[in-house]
């Protein structure tokens, strides 16, 4: 999502005084807690096995770019040291800055920091904004008023970009239904080059869909996009008894949105001891070994304009370093794939699943016969292990002689 690399995959951590529920991040809503029974989990969280190295070495070794962390939630809970209010992480058992020692954590592996602040606040007294959405939780006790809740925003957005180095991107959470410009002008004068979501106060530089799983036909995204999707098909933040989506849905949605431009951002939810569990850790370690096999063909590419004909397989072409990859998020339905139309013999084909090389010939396919018109060969790669990889997305590299 920088200028030299448009695309690239992050790691995204919702994490909050939530998690001692072991139901949903947005518990206090859904569950309809009482709020001075909520707000008392302040007082007993202290997630003393926390280890922000571990996540970052973690998120490094399945491929991540990045990580996006949730500074704030909808229960206004701060995650870090502030000054804006007393609802935050120093006043609780803990009592230390968790953002601070992840934002360490990531300059000592080099690796991007982004940030996740939610509009919505259901602790502040001005928190409410009847323009919005998610306000179920909002105080009703004070009348409305969306300029101090804007100089608030303003107030808690300034000490994220001041005090923890570079900041990636900014993702805002839920739309307020609010044209302010002056908002996103202050976030890039506190952070030159920062990438910010369109979920905020003005368009911002991109769109974030998420838990999109629609199907197009399009070959790559027009505007700089953003997918997000958790591990969890019920929640973003730890949830004790889980459903997950299964690896082949999320691999395959993956490589549909990186493969068009796209960057992607897949969560979990750390537990109240501040441990990433067991399960959505193997998970993550599996999908990134998918992941890492592409060696890179995902990230930073762009669109292959040659027309290679219509493909038998639902498929997404894109080049990079001068070689195409032919993304198939669904798999391939034979063991053999049809070019009706190639720039030039290849000098090389490769399963990148496998990393090996892959047979190929220039030849007149059966399939290809029509009457009274002359035959036409084709690019014929065939021999392509595909059942081997039928719980994965196929991705096949192609360097042409030319």
Sequence with gaps: MAANNTNLFGMFVHWGIYAQL??????????????AEY??????FNPTEYDPDEWV???????????CFTAKHHDGFCMWDTKTTDYCIMNTPYGRDVLKMLADACARHAMRLSIYYSNPDWHYEYGYNPAS???WKARTDTEPDTEKLRAYIKAQVTELLTNYGPVYTLFWDIPPHIFDPSINELVRRLQPGILINDRGFDTGDFSTPERDFSKTDAQRYERMTEACNSISALSWGYRERDDFYTLRFLMSHIDRVMAMGGSYLLNVGPDAAGNIPRTSAERMRRIGDWYNRMEGCLEGHEADPFDYGKLRSSCIINRKNGKTYLH????LMSTGLTLEQYPS???????????????WEISYLPTL???????????????????????EPIVIEIEWNR
């Design 22 to 35: 072991g139901l949903h991040e947005q518990a206090f809503a859904r569950y309809n807690i009482d709020r």
């Design 369 to 391: 016969f029509k009457p009274d018109q002359p035959q036409r060969t084709c690019l014929h790669i065939y021999d392509i292990p595909a059942d081997l990889y039928a719980d």
């Design 345 to 359: 013999p290849p000098r090389s084909v490769r399963l990148m699943n496998s990393g090996r090389a892959i047979t």
């Design 57 to 67: 070495i973690q998120a490094k070794a399945n491929g991540a770019k990045y990580i």
């Design 133 to 135: 959405t998610h306000q």
């Design 39 to 44: 707000e008392k989990l302040a007082k007993t």
């Design 328 to 331: 198939f998020p669904d798999g």
